[in-house]
C-alpha cells in the first residue's frame, strides 16, 4: 500500500473514515472530509489501481487498501461511491465481513434499489446504514477531478429507512453539513420518484431523442443546422452511458411512472398540433416559459421579479439636487391585480395595456395560470388574458403563492371561497405575519370553509364545494382589499351581497366590474353585486399609479427649482388623498389634461418645488392616502411646523409597522417624530445624513430616498430589495428626473 504524510488535524468526528470508489464524489467527499480532519485517518479504496495510486499523490487520502476486507478493517464510516448495480455487490461483499458498529452510507441516485438489496444481503436493513444522494458533479470525471468544495451549497438527500440509527443518521449528517452541503431528510420512495422526474427522465429523453435523430437518413444535415437550443437540451446525453444504463435498471418503477405522465402529457401535445388547437399549445408554452422561474421563486421564499441577490441590498441616496421633466410611473398596481382576475373570470379575451410587471401584480398573474388560465405576456406592459368564464377556473396543482402580495391573497379568498376545489393560499415570510381573519371571518359568514394559520394569519386552506349565501356586511375596517374580497364572493353567493364601509377606499372593484359588463350598484358607502350575470371581455388601459407618482409629487414639492410632470396619473377619487394632503400642506400641484380612460380617470399632474408647512391630516382622508403615508411623512419633515396624523392604526400592520418604522428612520436623521398608537407627531426641521432600514418595505425604501433631496448627507438604506415589489424601475426614473439614489456597489 502507498501512503501519505498526514495534515494537521482538529478533533475528530471518529477514528477511521473508508471511502469504496475514488472517483469524482467518493474521492471529493474524501479530500473535502480529510483536510478538515474529520477523522484521524481517510482510507480509500477502488479496484483501479491508477486510481488508487492518484488518491494517495493527490492528498485525497491518507493511503489506499489492497483489498475490501483491509480498507474497513475498524471503519468508522463506510462510503459506498461506486455505480449503483456495482454497490449492490459491494454490500453483498459487505455483509460477510466483521463490521462491528461501522456506519454505511452511499450516494447512489436511486435508493429504493439500494435499501432492497441492504435489506436482503444482511437479512434486514442495518440500523446503522444511511443512504444518500449528493445532487453534485461536474463535467469532469475520476479521482483526478476531485474537488474538497464540490458539495458547497449543493443539495444532499438522506433517506433513513424506518428503524434507522438516530446516532447513525447524525453522524452522516454531520458530515454532510462540515462540506457545507445543503442536507435533506426524505423518504426512499418520495426521493426516486422526485429524482425519476427532475434528472433521470431529462437524460432519458436526451439520449432517446439524439438515438433517434441520428439513425434517420438526413442525420447529417440534422446535426449541421441544429441551434443552441438543441445543443444545451442534449448536452447531457454526452454523460456516462453504463452509469445510466445502472440507473435507469435501478430506478425502474419511478421512471415507468413519469415516464407514462410524460408520455400522456405529450399525447396532448400531439393531438393539439394535428387538431390545429393553439389554444391548449399556447396554454402549455406560457405556462412553461415562467415555470422555472416560478418554482425558484416559492422554494427560495422570494418575490417574483429577479431583484439584486443581495440580502441586504442598500440604496445610497445623495443629498441635492431638483426634478425636472416629464416622467410616466408603471402602470396601477390595484387595477393590475383585478384585470387578471376578471379578465380571467370573463367570457372571451381581454387586452390589458400598461401592466404594472411588478412582485404583487405578477402573483396574482400565476396564481390564474396555475388555475388553468392562457395568458400571454406580460410584455412590455402588455398582456393578453384568455378568460374562461366564472366556472371555468381548474384546480391548481399544489399551493398558490403569492409571495408579498396580501391584494392577491384576499382578493382570491373571495374568489375561491366558491370554487368546487381546495386550495391553499401561501405566501412569503412577510405575509405570513398579516391578519387575514378580515376576510376570513365575513366570508364563513357566507357558508365558506376557510383555516387559517395561528391568529388568523397565512396560509389559507379554502374548503371547495360550498355553495355560499349572499348577506351584508358592516365592515368594522375601511378596507378596498376586504370589500373587493367579499364583492368578488358575491359574484358566485345566492342572492345579493351587500358591503357598507365606515370611510371611503378605493372602488377600482365596482368600476371595473362594470367594464366588465357585471351590474354594480352603489349608494352612498354601500357597494351590492347579485349572482347570475356574466363577465365580458373587455380591453384595459392600466393609468399610471398614484402610489408610485405620490414619490416623485413629494420629491419635487421638497427639492429647491423642480418643475415635473407625472403623465397619465390615475386620479380616482378614492385614491387622490395623497394629492389633497399635500395641497393642504401648500404644495404647488396642477391637474391638466382630465380625462377618463376605461372608466377610471386620469390626468397629467404637474409638480413645482414650493415651501411646505405642517398640518392635523383630516381624518377622513387617511383611507384616501393609508399607502402614501410612509413619503408624507418625508413631506411633513421637510415642511414648517408640526404635522399630525391620528386614525390611521391600518399603517401598522402593512408590509411593516409604517408608522413605528418611519418614526426610527426619520429619528435617526435627527427628526423629532413621535409615534402614536394610531398616528405619527412629525416636527419640520433639517434631516442629517445617516443610516436607516426599512424592514423589507419597498414604500419605506423609497421614501427615504426621497428624503436626501434635503439631508445634510448621504443616507443609506437597508433591505431594498422588495422595492420590486411595486416599482421595478425606481432607481432608473429617480435618476431620469434628477434624484441622486443608486444601488451601492459590492466591495
Not at 116 to 133: L, T
Not at 312 to 320: K, R, Y
Not at 606 to 634: C, M, N, T
Not at 682 to 694: D, K, Q
Request: with cysteine.
Amino acid at each position: 500500500m502507498t501512503a501519505r504524510p498526514s495534515q494537521p488535524r482538529r478533533e475528530p468526528l471518529g477514528d477511521r473514515l473508508v471511502v469504496i470508489g475514488l472517483g469524482l464524489i467518493g474521492g471529493s467527499f474524501a479530500k473535502g472530509v480529510r483536510e478538515l480532519g474529520l477523522f484521524n485517518e481517510v482510507v480509500g479504496f477502488d479496484l483501479d489501481l491508477p486510481s488508487r495510486r492518484q488518491a494517495v499523490e493527490l492528498g485525497v487520502v491518507d493511503r489506499c487498501a489492497e483489498s475490501l476486507e483491509e480498507a474497513c478493517v475498524g471503519a468508522t464510516v463506510i462510503q459506498l461511491a461506486v455505480p449503483i448495480l456495482a454497490a449492490e455487490k459491494v454490500l453483498a461483499a459487505l455483509a460477510t465481513l466483521p463490521l462491528g458498529e461501522a456506519v454505511v452510507t452511499d450516494v447512489g441516485s436511486a435508493k429504493g434499489n439500494i435499501v432492497r438489496c441492504a435489506e436482503q444481503v444482511f437479512q434486514g436493513v442495518p440500523a446503522r446504514f444511511v443512504p444518500g444522494h449528493p445532487i453534485a458533479g461536474s463535467e469532469q470525471s475520476g479521482v483526478t477531478a476531485a474537488k474538497s468544495t464540490l458539495f458547497r451549497r449543493h443539495k444532499v438527500i438522506l433517506t433513513p429507512p424506518p428503524g434507522t440509527d438516530p446516532a447513525a443518521l447524525s453522524l452522516v449528517d454531520t458530515l454532510w453539513r462540515a462540506l457545507e452541503a445543503d442536507v435533506e431528510h426524505m423518504d426512499v420512495r418520495h426521493h426516486d420518484e422526485v429524482l425519476a422526474a427532475t434528472s433521470h427522465l431529462p437524460h432519458l429523453l436526451a439520449f432517446g431523442l439524439v438515438d433517434s435523430l441520428a439513425r434517420r437518413h438526413e442525420n447529417l444535415e440534422i446535426f449541421r443546422y441544429a441551434a443552441g437550443g438543441f445543443r444545451d437540451f442534449t448536452r447531457i446525453a454526452g454523460s456516462d452511458p453504463l452509469m445510466w444504463h445502472d440507473i435507469f435498471l435501478a430506478n425502474r418503477e419511478a421512471v415507468l411512472h413519469t415516464l407514462d405522465a410524460f408520455q400522456a402529457d405529450l399525447d396532448l401535445l400531439r393531438a393539439a398540433i394535428e387538431q390545429g388547437d393553439g389554444h391548449h399549445l399556447l396554454g402549455v408554452f406560457t405556462r412553461a416559459r415562467v415555470a422555472r422561474e416560478h418554482f425558484g421563486k416559492i422554494l427560495a421564499r422570494r418575490a417574483y421579479v429577479d431583484v439584486m441577490h443581495s440580502k441586504d441590498l442598500i440604496f445610497l441616496a445623495h443629498p441635492g439636487g431638483s426634478l425636472s421633466g416629464r416622467l410616466r410611473v408603471p402602470g396601477d398596481k390595484s387595477i393590475s391585480h383585478r384585470s387578471i382576475m376578471l379578465g380571467s373570470l370573463a367570457d372571451g379575451v381581454t387586452e390589458v395595456e400598461g401592466f404594472l410587471e411588478g412582485e404583487d401584480a405578477l402573483a396574482t398573474l400565476q396564481a390564474f395560470r396555475d388555475m388553468g388560465v392562457v395568458i400571454e405576456g406580460p410584455n412590455h406592459g402588455r398582456v393578453t388574458v384568455h378568460g374562461v368564464g366564472l366556472d371555468g377556473l381548474k384546480p391548481p396543482p399544489g399551493p398558490l403563492y403569492v409571495g408579498n402580495s396580501g391584494t392577491s391573497m384576499r382578493l382570491l379568498a373571495g374568489l375561491l371561497s366558491a370554487q368546487p376545489f381546495d386550495t391553499v393560499l401561501a405566501g412569503d415570510a412577510s405575509l405570513s405575519k398579516r391578519p387575514m381573519n378580515r376576510v376570513a371571518i365575513p366570508l364563513r359568514e357566507m357558508g365558506a370553509v376557510i383555516e387559517t394559520g395561528p391568529e388568523g394569519r397565512p396560509p389559507l386552506h379554502i374548503k371547495g364545494g360550498q355553495r355560499l349565501t349572499a348577506m351584508h356586511y358592516e365592515m368594522p375596517m375601511a378596507s378596498a382589499q376586504v370589500k373587493s374580497c367579499l364583492l368578488l364572493a358575491g359574484l358566485y353567493a345566492n342572492g345579493q351581497t351587500s358591503v357598507t364601509e365606515p370611510a371611503p377606499t378605493r372602488d377600482h372593484t365596482e368600476r371595473m366590474l362594470r367594464g366588465f359588463g357585471y351590474p354594480v350598484n352603489v349608494d352612498g358607502s354601500t357597494a351590492r353585486v347579485e349572482s347570475g350575470h356574466r363577465l365580458r371581455s373587455t380591453r384595459i388601459e392600466v393609468p399610471a399609479d398614484i402610489s408610485s407618482a405620490a414619490f416623485f409629487l413629494v420629491a419635487a414639492s421638497i427639492a429647491p427649482g423642480s418643475d415635473l410632470v407625472l403623465e397619465h396619473v390615475g386620479i380616482n377619487p378614492t385614491r387622490t388623498g395623497v394629492i389633497e394632503i399635500l395641497r393642504l400642506m401648500g404644495a404647488d400641484l396642477e391637474l391638466l389634461d382630465q380625462r377618463e380612460v376605461g372608466g377610471e380617470p386620469v390626468a397629467d399632474i404637474r409638480v413645482r418645488s414650493a415651501q411646505l408647512k405642517g398640518i392635523d391630516i383630516p381624518e377622513d382622508l387617511v383611507p384616501l392616502a393609508i399607502d402614501e403615508f410612509p413619503v408624507l411623512f418625508v413631506a411633513a419633515a421637510c415642511a414648517e411646523g408640526r404635522t399630525v396624523l391620528r386614525g390611521a392604526e391600518e399603517l401598522r400592520v402593512k408590509e411593516s409597522d409604517r408608522i413605528q418604522v418611519m418614526a426610527d428612520g426619520l429619528q435617526a436623521l435627527g427628526v423629532n417624530a413621535q409615534p402614536t398608537a394610531d398616528g405619527i407627531l412629525i416636527e419640520g426641521g433639517p434631516l442629517g445624513a445617516g443610516e436607516v432600514h426599512s424592514h423589507g418595505d419597498h414604500r419605506i425604501a423609497m421614501s427615504f430616498s426621497v428624503a436626501a433631496l434635503r439631508a445634510s448627507g448621504p443616507i443609506r438604506i437597508h433591505d431594498c430589495a422588495n422595492v420590486a415589489t411595486s416599482f421595478p424601475n425606481f432607481l432608473a426614473l429617480a435618476s431620469t428626473a434628477g434624484m441622486r439614489v443608486a444601488e451601492e456597489a459590492n466591495s
